[in-house]
């Protein structure tokens, strides 16, 4: 199971990345092996505001759909449109070509409450 340190996650099985006030989110190689193929993802927030924990869209598998919560508050100032002819990538690689959002961070406080790489292999019982 890949769980790079860098980066930080969620409950909800998201992992961000944060460079200065933008932060960049997609789902972890735990969430994507667990939905299966990943044949659609749907982003209908761009360039709306959400508080953290928000349903900003959804990731569709071939056997389920699943909501996407916003892990900061925000606005959504950008969709990984790659997703869009290739929702795979998000099996395939994502915490790299997969990424599904980039926020403009209202609060980045908010970026050090979310669990640490340990804290979310202790999570997933890896």
């Given at each position: ?29 735990f ?12 982003v209908?927030t761009?360039d ?21 919560f ?5 606005e ?31 609060d980045?406080s ?17």
């Open positions: 199971m890949n769980i790079p340190s860098e980066l930080k996650y969620t409950k909800d099985h998201e992992w961000v990345s944060i460079e200065g006030d933008v932060a960049t989110v997609g789902i972890t190689d969430a994507q092996s667990e939905l299966g193929d990943i044949v659609y993802v749907e209908e761009l709306e505001t959400l508080d953290q924990d928000e349903v900003f869209g959804t990731v569709e598998a071939v056997k389920t759909v699943s909501d996407l916003l892990p900061l508050s925000g959504v100032i950008e969709f990984n449109e790659a997703l869009e002819d290739e929702p795979e990538k998000v099996n395939s690689d994502p915490y790299g070509d997969g990424w599904m959002i980039k926020i403009k961070v209202d980045t908010q970026f050090d409450e979310l669990l640490s790489d340990a804290d979310y292999k202790a999570l997933i019982g890896a």
